[in-house]
């Protein structure tokens, strides 16, 4: 099961890309879940770093990837604040482009692109996430 | 990530290079704001290049066009977006909002 930890800062994005990248592509998956894949994995890393941390290098990000026959398994681990989902609001993608509201771009990027996406949190532990997609 | 501006006559392209994501953004912001203030307006995102582009990289782009539509002075064409990056762009509703050409002769031509 490949497992990295990288630190908390949006450097590390590129690198987390590439690992990510790496490991859906040896999945076998087409290079458009390979993208959508990339894409929810990132978005999830700069939540980890704009929220559950608060900011840059507070702590790190660390990454578990597990293969079955049906899926691939993201886990991330961070040790920062309790990320509450339910506290982003719902990204605004009707109304006209001048007046519409950014925000909540990436979780809508996350649960859209992905299968299965649970947040967890324990007090020892930190949050988790994990992001399934499932193979076709 | 690199940037190329190139000066046409009626208009900027800006060329990309590599990823635009929460850690290449705030230089990406950087340079089209001080092209704006420069009265550099009329603008081409040529996208041929990029690798990636995240929800702070769209969102970049979504603002730079607001900002230029409310002082009606210009306006962002893309060009060249790689199919998968447009398909996120248009999972995010905005592909009905921002202006696509084909190409970057094409997008030249709507200023």
């Given at each position: 099961m490949p497992k990295k930890t990288f630190p908390g800062n949006f450097r590390s994005l590129a690198l987390i890309s590439e690992f990510i990248v790496t490991q859906a592509q040896q999945a076998g998956f087409e290079p458009k879940d390979v993208y959508a894949i990339q894409t929810a994995v990132d978005e999830a890393c700069s939540n980890i770093i704009d929220h559950a941390y608060g900011g840059e290098d507070l702590g790190n990000i660390a990454i578990k990837v597990k293969e079955t026959d049906s899926a691939l398994q993201i886990i991330l681990r961070d040790k920062g604040k309790e990320f509450n989902p339910d506290d982003v609001p719902k990204p605004d993608?009707?109304?006209p482009l001048e007046i519409r509201k950014e925000r909540g771009l990436g979780i809508f990027f996350m649960r859209k692109l992905m299968d299965q996406v649970i947040f967890e949190f324990s007090k020892e532990k930190g949050n988790k996430l994990t992001l399934i997609k499932n193979k076709r | 990530m690199e940037i190329i501006i190139t000066e046409e006559q009626n208009c900027d392209v800006i060329k990309i290079i590599g990823r635009i994501d929460s850690y290449t953004t705030p230089n990406i912001k950087g340079s089209i704001q001080n092209l704006i203030n420069n009265g550099h307006t009329n603008l081409v995102m040529e996208?041929?290049?990029?690798k990636y582009l995240s929800s702070s990289g769209i969102l970049m782009f979504v603002n730079f066009h607001k900002q230029l539509l409310k002082n009606k002075n210009g306006k962002l064409v893309f060009s060249n977006v790689p199919e998968l990056i447009y398909s996120n762009i248009k999972l995010a509703g905005f592909d009905k909002l921002l202006q696509f050409a084909e190409d970057t002769a094409a997008a030249i031509d709507c200023f």
């Open positions: 993608i009707e109304s | 996208l041929s290049s990029v």
